[in-house]
């Protein structure tokens, strides 16, 4: 098993080559890992998958963005560890994130 981390150079795309591999596509948004040089020698075509993340990782930023604010994790350790007597209003309230910026997004010119 290969991990997205673990360098792809030589010795791994003769393997690959041997093996009657005929391409190589890394799971990840770049490709830094890879000797593209080392893969065109053998004749086999390089391929990854950009933007993959772009939308999950808007995601996940916008789910932990609300739970930190409104305190989630917390309130749940809470809840489970059977600490909840009874109508607290304001225990766990968070912050109020609207007609707030939370954040700012920057594009390159």
């Known amino acids: 098993m290969l991990l997205l981390p673990q360098d792809w150079g030589s010795e791994l795309f003769q393997a690959l080559k041997s093996a009657g591999g005929k391409a190589y596509s890394n ?33 996940i930023a916008a789910a932990l963005t609300l739970a930190a604010a409104r305190r989630v994790v917390e309130a749940d350790a809470f809840m489970r560890s059977g600490q909840y007597k009874g109508w607290l209003p304001t225990l766990f309230i968070g912050q109020l994130l609207h007609h707030k910026t939370v954040s700012r997004l920057l594009h390159p010119l």
């Open 27 to 59: 799971y990840a948004v770049g490709y830094n890992n890879v000797k593209v040089p080392e893969a065109t020698k053998r004749g086999i075509p390089v391929g990854n998958t950009p933007g993959v993340l772009t939308e999950t990782t808007a995601e």
